[in-house]
C-alpha cells in the first residue's frame, strides 16, 4: 500500500501563499496520477488541482492563475503553491494519487490524511 503525508497547512492571512506539500512513502511502482482536493465544512469534496507522471496538470476554475500543482517524480512528492488565497480557499486539503501498478491492468486511489489549511484576517 501507499502511503500519503500531507504537511504546510496552517492559518494565513488573505492574499498570502501557503505551499503544501505530499509525500509518497510507498514501495509500488507504475503510472500515476497525483492531485490536490479540498472540503470546506458542509461542502463536497472536489478537486483543486491534479497532475499526470508526464506533467500535464488541470486546475479547478476558481483557482487557476493563483495555485500551481509541480511534482518530483524521483521523490515521488506533489506540491501545491497557493498565492492569492482569499477566505474561500479555507478547508481541509487532502493528497490523492491514482496508481496502475506495473503489470497491473486495474488502478487504485490512495488518500492522505489532509491538512488544515484556514485563510483568515
Known amino acids: 500500500q501507499e502511503q500519503l503525508v500531507e504537511s504546510g497547512g496552517g492559518l494565513v492571512q488573505p492574499g498570502g501563499s501557503l505551499r503544501l506539500a505530499c509525500a509518497a512513502s510507498?514501495?509500488?511502482?507504475?503510472?500515476?496520477?497525483m492531485s490536490w482536493h479540498r472540503q470546506a465544512p458542509g461542502k463536497e469534496r472536489r478537486l483543486v488541482a491534479a497532475i499526470s507522471s508526464g506533467g500535464n496538470t488541470n486546475y479547478a476554475v476558481s483557482v487557476k492563475g493563483r495555485f500551481t500543482i509541480s511534482r518530483d517524480n524521483a521523490k515521488n512528492t506533489v506540491y501545491l503553491q497557493m498565492n492569492s488565497l482569499k477566505p474561500e480557499d479555507t478547508a481541509i486539503y487532502y493528497c490523492n494519487m491514482n496508481l496502475r501498478p506495473n503489470h497491473s491492468a486495474d488502478y487504485y486511489s490512495y488518500w492522505g490524511q489532509g491538512t488544515q489549511v484556514t485563510v483568515s484576517s
Open positions: 510507498g514501495s509500488i511502482f507504475g503510472i500515476n496520477t
